[in-house]
């Protein structure tokens, strides 16, 4: 089992850039495929982005494709969204997963308890 506790959330102009960091708890961080997943008022929560266990590989969002990028420390146990050219339509909570699947799945296992980004235009 793993937890995760999201930080970095915080209010910004459109344009700005953020950094949203996700830390886990547990040895076995590298077992873990890890993401990061929002959702607005009123709408369904959506994927942003995806990485492997190893860090090797990635998925985003067409949304965010070239401004946010997903990384991870295994060393640090800790996952991060770097965001950038943030836009009014990235304001949403912002929740860290994590699942034992290769590929994180739609429904992962395991959620932090979300981190609000709210950028004004």
């Known amino acids: 089992q793993v937890q995760l506790v999201e930080s970095g959330g915080g209010l910004v102009q459109a344009g700005d850039s953020l950094r949203l960091s996700c830390a886990a708890s547990?040895?076995?961080?590298?077992?873990?495929?890890m993401g990061w997943f929002r959702q607005a008022p009123g709408k369904e929560r959506e994927i942003v982005a995806r990485i492997s266990r190893s860090g090797g590989s990635s998925y985003y969002a067409n949304s965010v494709k070239g401004r946010f990028t997903i990384s991870r420390g295994n060393a640090k146990n800790t996952v991060y969204l770097q965001m950038n050219s943030l836009k009014p339509e990235d304001t949403a909570v912002y929740y860290c997963?994590?699942?034992?699947?290769?590929?994180?799945?739609?429904?992962?296992?395991?959620w932090g308890q979300g981190t609000q980004v709210t950028v004004s235009s």
């Open positions: 997963a994590a699942d034992l699947e290769v590929v994180l799945p739609t429904t992962p296992d395991y």
């Open positions: 547990g040895r076995t961080f590298n077992t873990y495929a």
